[in-house]
């Protein structure tokens, strides 16, 4: 089956794909060398450099291996996706759903651990998330965000707070849909104000179940009516 040749631009990503596709479909099957640069060169229509990042990138998803003076090997017809890929393929309800079992322990843990620092960096947040609220929903949305992350940083758990920032783009965007189909902030732009003080109250106080009771409700109440989780 020939390659054909790509178009100008971009080579390596359009590289890249064409071989990817010939993967998948079983034309090299899994423990099959592919051809050289040479010869993927000139049925793809691009320089040896071009196929060499191409390989790279198919090596880095799972799919082929170089074997230092053998070749590069075919090792899976379906790429590894890395965790920030799947997120942003993945549905912004399962995501929620995790998102609810870290935050929920991150305030249990940050009534915990907190310092002055980290209460009074909630309670900038919590004021910057009353100031957005006359603003557009993607101001609201990224302020309350900010909030989440100040109550997810008080827990001082380094992968918690990495988990919590990978979620923020899928959450970002799909929070803020999710506004603009419900309308709910037409009637209260600050919604859901009176929750968040009171976590920054738990936290402040050392109530650790208080925290992560508090949040747990907030996060599976749906608002409008609408099944939809709140910001």
């Known amino acids: 089956m020939p390659l054909g040749a790509v178009r ?23 423990g099959t060398r592919l051809p050289g640069e040479t010869t993927l060169a000139k049925e793809l229509g691009v320089g040896r450099s071009t196929v060499r990042e191409a390989l790279r990138a198919l090596a880095g998803a799972g799919l082929v291996r170089p074997r230092q003076g ?6 899976a017809t379906e790429a590894v996706e890395d965790w920030p890929t799947r997120l942003r393929r993945a549905a912004v309800t399962d995501v929620y759903e995790v998102r ?9 843990l940050a009534a915990r651990r907190r310092t002055a620092e980290d209460v009074t960096a909630m309670e900038h ?14 101001a609201f949305v990224d302020a309350d965000i900010a909030f ?13 707070a990495d988990l919590f920032r990978e979620f923020t783009p899928v959450l970002r965007e799909g929070l803020t ?9 037409d009637t209260d ?9 009171a976590l920054v109250r738990a936290v402040a106080d050392g109530d650790a179940e208080g925290a992560a009771e508090i949040l ?13 989780p709140r910001p």
Do not use: K, Y
Request: no cysteine; proline share 6%; aromatic share 4%.
């Open 8 to 30: 100008p631009s971009p080579l390596v990503e359009q590289a890249a794909e064409r071989l990817r596709e010939q993967i998948t479909a079983g034309h090299w099957p899994v």
């Open 70 to 75: 053998a070749g590069v090997f075919v090792t």
């Open 100 to 108: 609810m079992a870290v935050e929920v322990h991150a305030a249990r």
């Open 125 to 138: 947040a919590l004021e910057g998330r009353r100031t957005a609220s006359a603003s557009s929903d993607a």
């Open 148 to 160: 989440h992350a100040a109550v997810v940083a008080a827990a001082h758990n380094p992968v918690l």
């Open 177 to 185: 849909e999710l506004l603009s189909l419900t309308g709910l902030r």
């Open 189 to 197: 732009p600050n919604t859901a104000d009176e929750a968040h003080a």
């Open 216 to 228: 747990r409700r907030e996060l599976e109440d749906p608002f409008a009516g609408q099944g939809a």
